[in-house]
Nanobody, 123 residues
Framework: QGQLVESGGGLVQPGGSLRLSCAASGTTLDYYATGWFRQAPGKEREGVSCINSVDGSTVYADSVKGRFTISRDNAKNTVYLQMNNLKPEDTAVYYC????????????????WGQGTQVTVSS
């Protein structure tokens, strides 16, 4: 059974940066699409970014394009989300998910989810 563990969240000032990590065990991330989702209080979960398995192509939500970068280290079986120029509206719990066939499926198609890591952007 695959497990995902996120880390790297925290409190950062607007304009700052954070790098989230999603380390996998019991499953191999480069076999599947791996995505990052977030959920802010009182809001629905939204997809932030995703990296496909076969060609490593990436997908980003419009709200984070040009600021966030997703990447994968196959040797470490870890996916990262580099977040730059953070804004208060980026505040949320961030989750990684794996096991989907590609980045264009719904969140319900992902087999594995991490426990989430809190990102707070505030001055």
């Amino acid at each position: 059974q695959g497990q995902l563990v996120e880390s790297g969240g925290g409190l950062v000032q607007p304009g700052g940066s954070l790098r989230l990590s999603c380390a996998a065990s019991g499953t191999t991330l480069d076999y599947y699409a791996t995505g990052w989702f977030r959920q802010a209080p009182g809001k629905e979960r939204e997809g932030v970014s995703c990296i496909n398995s076969v060609d490593g192509s990436t997908v980003y939500a419009d709200s984070v394009k040009g600021r966030f970068t997703i990447s994968r280290d196959n040797a470490k079986n870890t996916v990262y989300l580099q977040m730059n120029n953070l804004k208060p509206e980026d505040t949320a719990v961030y989750y990684c998910a794996a096991g989907a066939w590609n980045c264009y499926v719904s969140a319900s198609e992902y087999d594995y989810w991490g426990q989430g890591t809190q990102v707070t952007v505030s001055s």
